[in-house]
Structures are given as structure tokens and as C-alpha cells.
């Protein structure tokens, strides 16, 4: 009786250790998963980021644009265009002090 009880806690050893090899390449493969994946995040947060200043320029194009139409325009006084030509600068002024920040 003492072998065959041996040799069940060897089995019971021997499968503890193959369930211990299999958890330890399952937990190798989701820090590799979780490595990439934060690359990825990474990658995606500087595309965002160059994304929003490519919007902010164009934003600022945009705007430029149209002060200079409302200028060219006709029906536009000249108070009118400075309160629009204040308004674009105090927008500008802010993006210059949120790329400095």
C-alpha cells in the first residue's frame, strides 16, 4: 500500500507541476499581449495629439479666412471687423498659450 500511495502523490505532483508550466507560459503570453497593447495605446494617443493640433490650425486657417472675408466684405464697418479681428486674436492668443503649456 505505501508504493501505491507514493506513486499517486508523484502523479498528483507531476500534474501539479504541468498545471503550474502551463499557467506560467499563459501568464508569459498576457504580459506579452498587455505589452503590445499598450504600445498600441501609445501609438493611438500621439496620433490623437497630432490630430487635435492639425484641427487647432486648421481651426485657426479657418478663422483667418473668414475675418479676412468679413474685411473684404462691403456690408462690414470698421468697428465690426475690429471686434471680430479681437476676437480672432484673444482665440489665437489662447492656442499659443496652450502649446507653450
Do not use: F, P, W
Not at 500500500?1 to 506560467?24: F, R
Not at 495629439?49 to 468679413?70: G, P, Y
Amino acid at each position: 500500500m505505501g508504493v501505491q500511495h507514493l506513486e499517486g502523490i508523484c502523479a498528483k505532483v507531476e500534474k501539479l507541476i504541468s498545471m503550474y508550466e502551463s499557467e506560467k507560459k499563459r501568464s508569459a503570453d498576457l504580459s506579452a499581449d498587455l505589452i503590445a497593447c499598450r504600445q498600441k495605446l501609445e501609438a493611438c494617443e500621439t496620433k490623437i495629439k497630432n490630430l487635435e493640433q492639425q484641427n487647432r490650425i486648421l481651426q485657426q486657417k479657418l478663422d483667418n479666412t473668414q475675418l479676412a472675408d468679413a474685411i473684404k466684405s462691403s456690408s462690414i464697418d470698421g468697428q465690426q471687423a475690429r471686434e471680430r479681428l479681437d476676437a480672432v486674436m484673444a482665440e489665437l492668443d489662447k492656442c499659443v498659450a496652450m502649446l507653450n503649456g
